[in-house]
């Protein structure tokens, strides 16, 4: 879709954000300011609010004159129908539910963004080719369930329904049973008819707009972030063992110390990634017997290393490998041994080439009017997730992309979370095109025939 061929419609702002708004009266949470909208968020998900909120988002698509339903994971979907109602549906989704202490953009945005796009579409009585929707996904956020994403998952046969339905709530506290997945979709009454699966349920392409959590395009002074796809990560438990000894009594050379050993290798795993252009990060460090006059035996730590590219990641963890071999037996006095165990492996994401170019041309298009950044380049910008979404998922089942928007501070995961409305109506208007760009494509190609 060329400039000249912008929608002849835009996404309403006013609107838009009295719909996320109002969606965020259920379960918001930990004000920070004077207005009634400047909190954050504790939707966790298949509690009380998420179960308001879906019939909140429910009754807003039946108002609009979609079909909706749910599936087996509470996965909910409205669908407009287009010309041809029987060709799988271009859905635009993300999710409702938060972190314990969320914000009120992360997920939702993309959730009201797409609703905001079926209200366009209606008021203006525009007839699209194939259908358009809104999915709303079930526990993405992994807060509540302790898996990411999962029920995007479960749709991509990525994991097994009745592994998913298993799955504990995290503990709330002592002699407090664990409530699982299919107990609270009981309890919610959201356990739905349509199987959890890309085969009973295709998709045509799904495009996912999303805060983008992180500094880039804010700190250069850009608007639209183009996601071509989402970095490869793998974490690791490290231990680290040496022996425990006096502090007062055993001289340095003397030392079999595991937590200077582990706190060389936490630098340079930075070192590693820094020359890699990549990331690496420890999160938890725990020492045993861990008292202040006796040098630690036992040191575990986490360890996340990411990268844009599958084979730059495995030669960071190669490096890493070397590296923390020759500073447990080298550089550690009397040594120490180090052990390492893979806990999650995630291969980089790639997403499609059709989804990435309509959401740029789209891009290009509604922000034709703004002036470059001071930073140089455009408007917009190619970017890598840096962390995961229910896109990773569907992307392998069905053409997807993301379209990011900038986040204030790049924070995120926290009450202040913050996209202002203008933001949120570019993004949704970049979306807006998207589809409606794909929906062509569509068409051209001979989807329909
Ligand atoms: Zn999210």
Request: charged share 25%; with cysteine.
């Amino acid at each position: 879709m060329a400039s000249s061929q912008l929608p002849p419609f835009k996404v309403n702002q006013t609107r838009l954000l009295e719909s996320l708004h109002a969606s965020c009266q259920h379960g918001s949470a930990h004000s920070y300011g004077n207005d009634p909208t400047e909190t954050g968020m504790a939707r966790l998900s298949l509690t009380d609010s998420d179960k308001d909120v879906r019939e909140w988002f429910i009754e807003s698509a039946k108002a609009l004159g979609c079909h909706t339903h749910v599936d087996q994971m509470g996965n909910l979907f409205a669908i407009r129908a287009g010309k041809n109602k029987e060709a799988p549906p271009i859905m635009m989704g993300s999710h409702l539910d938060t972190q314990p202490t969320g914000g009120r953009y992360d997920g939702i945005l993309g959730v009201i963004a797409g609703l905001e796009v079926l209200k366009v579409l209606e008021e203006n009585s525009f007839e699209t080719e194939g259908s358009i929707g809104v999915v709303d996904w079930t526990n993405e956020e992994g807060a509540r369930f302790p898996v990411m994403a999962i029920s995007a998952a479960v749709w991509a046969e990525a994991i097994p329904l009745d592994t998913a339905w298993n799955l504990k709530e995290i503990s709330t506290g002592d002699n407090i049973p664990r409530k699982t997945m299919k107990e609270e979709l009981d309890r919610i009454g959201y356990v739905g008819e349509t199987p959890a699966s890309f085969k009973a349920n295709p998709f045509a392409a799904h495009f996912e707009l999303h805060i983008e959590q992180g500094p880039i395009l804010e700190d250069e002074g850009r608007k639209i972030g183009v996601v071509q796809g989402v970095q490869a990560f793998k974490w690791f438990d490290i231990t680290v063992s040496g022996r425990d000894t006096h502090a007062g009594t055993t001289p340095l050379y003397a030392r079999q110390d595991a937590v200077l050993c582990a706190a060389k290798m936490i630098t340079a795993a930075n070192s590693v990634a820094k020359k890699a252009n990549g990331l690496a990060t420890t999160g938890i460090i725990h020492s045993e017997p861990g008292t202040v006059n006796t040098v630690a035996q036992t040191v575990n730590f986490s360890l996340d290393l990411r990268h844009t590219f599958d084979e730059d990641l495995e030669k960071m963890i190669a490096d890493c490998v070397v590296e923390f071999q020759r500073i447990a037996t080298d550089d550690s006095e009397r040594g120490c041994t180090v052990e390492w165990k893979e806990l999650v492996d995630s291969p980089a994401v790639h997403f499609d080439k059709d989804c990435i170019s309509v959401v740029e041309e789209s891009a290009k298009a509604v922000l034709a009017e703004f002036p470059d950044p001071a930073s140089g380049g455009k408007q917009w910008r190619d970017m890598i997730s840096g962390a995961g979404h229910d896109s990773c998922y569907t992307n392998r089942r069905c053409p997807t992309s993301m379209i990011f928007t900038p986040t204030r501070n790049g924070i995120s995961h926290n009450p202040v979370e913050y996209c202002s409305p203008e933001d949120c109506t570019l993004g949704a208007n970049v979306l807006l095109g998207a589809v409606l760009g794909y929906d062509k494509l569509r068409a051209k190609r001979g989807d329909f025939a």
